[in-house]
């Protein structure tokens, strides 16, 4: 496994702790997708295979830690056999010595409930599934756990929410709950109905880690283009158009949940209206 990514906003350090990279062709996530690359090219390759067929979909936890607090943003796969993507063992380990310690957690922010984003809220100790993070605040928006309470009996709410409500660290929290001075979440609905990104700020310096707003790059190019497990598709677009609109040309540094290295970029918007992501050019 190669080094961590890291990004620093004044005093506030963020790090990629990668669980694993697959390569998931555009029909079966993001169908309309290939349709565009070309106009993408080349900023959009190091997000997609050699053959772009494919977009590289990564899968990992943003560590972001303040001055005052010690936060996970999402919190991958996990050891859920009947996963439809395939997790990894080892990413716990990384974690764990990343952050020295599990009870070193004082919050965990699930940007939504999707099985990629909760795996790993608990592990299984002595037959029974308990937090992974023994004192921390899990937060999820009381939207997402209201839609997702429908779906009470799949199988990752029963392994990944349910315990955490049985043991007392859930929090249902308002879509624009603040964490820290630094730190505060922020609506972004339309790939789930309470799904919420994580804004950084330190001074004139932001970042924002975007959840499943957008799982390629290239869906702000073409906000338009709506991934299949988008629950409504027509707010799923409006949201990254108003990230285009509010973010384009500025320093805001949007980071990927589902990016491939480098993971994080800048919107650039030309005087034509076609928008660039990738590193700031100088
Ligand atoms: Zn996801």
Known sequence: MSEHLTWSIGPVRITRIEERITGVPWPSLVPDGSRHLDACRPWIDPFVSESGNSLLLSVHSFVVETPDTLIVVDTCVGTNDEAKLPGDPDFGRRL??????????????????????????????????????PNARYLVTSAELAAERDEEDTASYQRAIAPLAAAGCLDAVDSSHRIDPWVALEPTPGHTPGHVSVRITAGDDVALIIGDLAHTPLQFAFPE????????????????????????????LLLGTHFAPPTAGLLEVDDDGAVRFGPASA
């Open 225 to 252: 283009v709506v991934s299949n497990p988008d629950h409504d598709p027509a707010q799923a677009t409006q949201t990254r158009r108003r990230i285009v609109d509010e973010h384009g040309n500025t320093s805001t």
């Open 96 to 133: 764990e010595s990343h952050v020295s310690g599990f009870e070193r957690v004082d919050v965990v922010v699930c940007t939504h409930l999707h099985f990629d984003h909760v795996g790993w809220n608990t592990v299984e100790r002595d037959g029974e599934l308990v937090p992974t993070f």
